[in-house]
């Protein structure tokens, strides 16, 4: 069984950072993508970041410069490191993980950026 928990949501104001976390643990082989995906009420799920197995990594045009997307394999981690934060980045963002057995998602953790 398969499962990733996130952590590192909160509140913060304007202008803050926020670092959110996802842990995979389980039977997980053959991992060829980590990402991050946010959503709002009314709005479909969109990819925030991602980063491959090879290293390589993409951001929506609407947080580049902003957040950094990192893993640790050896811990099956995934990090989104999120600076200069604006209230349009409030949302409920979750954790995704590609693999050769399927994709797997966290629970979500809520973020509020607000003053």
């Known amino acids: 069984q398969v499962q990733l928990v996130e952590s590192g949501g909160g509140s913060v104001q304007p202008g803050g950072s926020l670092r959110l976390s996802c842990a995979a643990s389980g039977s997980i082989f053959s991992v060829y993508a980590m990402a991050w995906y946010r959503q709002t009420p009314g709005k479909q799920r969109e990819l925030v970041a991602i980063l491959t197995s090879g290293g390589s990594t993409n951001y929506a045009d609407s947080v580049k410069g902003r957040f950094t997307i990192s893993g640790d394999s050896a811990k099956n981690t995934v990090y989104l490191q999120m600076n200069s934060l604006k209230p349009e980045d409030t949302a409920v963002y979750y954790c995704?993980?590609?693999?050769?057995?399927?994709?797997?998602w966290g629970q979500g953790t809520q973020v509020t950026v607000s003053s």
């Open positions: 995704n993980v590609r693999a050769v057995v399927g994709g797997f």
